[in-house]
């Protein structure tokens, strides 16, 4: 799960300073009245009559970032002359750049890498398609695509505003997994239009990354897409969440001594995160899974509007349980919610099961406040970055693409997707595994390995991949 780092903010102000009439005691005392720390100074320009700093200040909300400077430029002999956020200095003229693999140093090279040269490549993948691959950067690529219906706590923000995300997320494909992101913001929300643009531009890439799709939406764009394209496609709301869900719950199990097949988990929020994580946990052996949402229980014997609902009640909730959230919960062994922040009770955790496991994913404020849980809970889990045990989708989408690229999928399955889950969790080793460590660092070097062999494997055995990369193939014996 994408997550906001709630920890603080940073700032730095440029100011100009008489330096017969204003101290570094003066500047700290007036960002310490308002709870601000000083973590940096450096000298821009000097003289016997001004000299100009830029100070670096953290804080831990926007709101004191603007009384710090209010109270530092009321200091007599200062003047602020400037205030950069430094969030905002990562971002001025985007976050990424195209670079050519190959100077072009005379004639001889641009007649190879255009025209005429070019000319012999195209006629070559012209008579066989499958040389893209080979010839051109789809081997590689990913589209990242969005329309900016569903960013993070954010929601319905615009194709402009969402293009920042998608940067971000192009950058980690990059840094962590080698893998060539390419950011795509449309500016539609017809479903249809969006799925035959996709369809249309699809030559190009050698995988889709679905991202901020609003629901119910996102559920018919991926579906028509894994129909029509032979490439694969995943949207990381969905099927990111869940697998690192799965690889948190794993691990959480080991801790409390459960096995999935014998607990009962309660899903709550049955959007895009809620739906696939229920999915993935049937598909990881789960019997006993209750979805809830915004009307309560989802029950087989009840028929629902939403198609999405529909389906998910006739493959949870076997004993066919109706009530609310608070009903669910009574002896239940998991509560995993996407939904909404302070829903979940410290009473409705009191009738949970011996040893609760809570994962509580709404963003910024989580179902229950971590503060509130502690004595409650076996194992938390959230989508925060300031607390232990973040689930953070960072740890599933490169792996699984550059498993995906270096097999040739033509899919992402299920099967692929409990796969990834298994090696995230696999990483914390049993010496290391404890309630306040059941998932991996995002910055963690084995993960991206781990989940691309792991996702090459279950291509090969489920028949969606197009070659076998050649590490994973079988050496002949001599004499074969």
């Not at 300073?17 to 940096?40: C, H, L, R, W, Y």
């Not at 001004?50 to 909300?61: A, C, G, L, Q, S």
């Not at 090279?109 to 012209?126: H, M, N």
């Not at 609760?356 to 849980?373: C, G, H, K, L, Y």
Request: glycine share 8%; charged share 25%.
């Amino acid at each position: 799960m994408k997550s906001f780092n709630t920890s603080g903010t940073s700032a730095i102000l440029r100011l100009e300073m008489d330096p017969q009439k204003v101290s570094f005691v003066d500047i700290a005392t007036a960002v310490g009245n308002e709870q601000g720390d000083i973590v940096a100074i450096d000298v821009i320009e000097s003289s016997e009559a001004t000299t100009v700093r830029d100070y670096t200040i953290n804080t831990k909300t926007q709101a004191q970032v603007n009384e710090v400077v209010k109270s530092v430029g009321e200091i007599p002999g200062v003047k602020v002359l400037t205030v950069s956020d430094r969030t905002f200095l990562m971002h001025i003229g985007g976050k990424i750049e195209i670079k050519a693999k190959r100077p072009i140093q005379n004639r001889d090279d641009l007649s190879r890498v255009y025209t005429p040269g070019v000319a012999r490549v195209c006629e070559a993948i012209a008579d066989d398609e499958s040389k893209a691959y080979k010839l051109t950067i789809k081997r590689n690529t990913v589209a990242i695509i969005s329309d900016g219906t569903a960013v993070l706590g954010l929601g319905d923000i615009g194709p402009y505003a969402a293009m920042p995300v998608m940067e971000g997320k192009a950058m980690l494909f990059k840094q962590l997994a080698q893998v060539d992101g390419f950011p795509i913001c449309l500016d539609t929300k017809d479903t249809q239009e969006i799925i035959d643009t996709i369809v249309r531009m699809a030559p190009a890439f050698g995988g889709i990354n679905l991202e901020d799709i609003s629901a119910p939406r996102c559920f018919e764009i991926e579906q028509a897409l894994r129909e029509r394209l032979d490439i694969p496609v995943f949207h990381d709301d969905q099927h990111g969440t869940a697998v690192v869900i799965l690889a948190g719950l794993l691990n959480a199990l080991k801790i409390v001594g459960k096995n999935i097949s014998d607990c009962k988990i309660v899903v709550t929020g049955m959007g895009a995160a809620g739906v696939a994580c229920t999915k993935i946990l049937l598909n990881a052996g789960a019997k006993q899974v209750i979805g809830v949402d915004r009307d309560g229980i989802l029950s087989r014997s009840t028929t629902y509007e939403n198609p999405v609902w529909e389906e998910i009640s006739n493959i949870t909730n076997p004993d066919d349980m109706k009530g609310e959230l608070a009903d669910a919960l009574v002896d239940a062994d998991v509560f995993v919610g996407v939904s909404r922040g302070n829903i979940l009770k410290p009473d409705m955790v009191r009738a949970m099961a011996k040893d609760p496991i809570v994962f509580a994913m709404a963003n910024p404020q989580p179902e229950i406040d971590p503060e509130d849980a502690v004595g409650l809970v076996r194992v938390l889990a959230t989508g925060r970055s300031d607390y232990p045990n973040q689930i953070n989708n960072v740890l599933c989408f490169p792996g699984i693409f550059r498993g995906a690229f270096d097999c040739r999928a033509i899919d992402i399955n299920e099967e692929m997707k409990v796969a990834a889950a298994h090696a995230i969790a696999s990483i914390i080793t049993d010496e290391e595994l404890n309630e306040q460590y059941i998932i991996p660092s995002v910055f963690n070097d084995k993960v991206v390995k781990s989940v691309r062999d792991a996702v090459v494997q279950a291509a090969i055995a489920t028949g969606v991949a197009r070659k076998t990369p050649r590490d994973k193939r079988k050496p002949l014996l001599f004499g074969e």
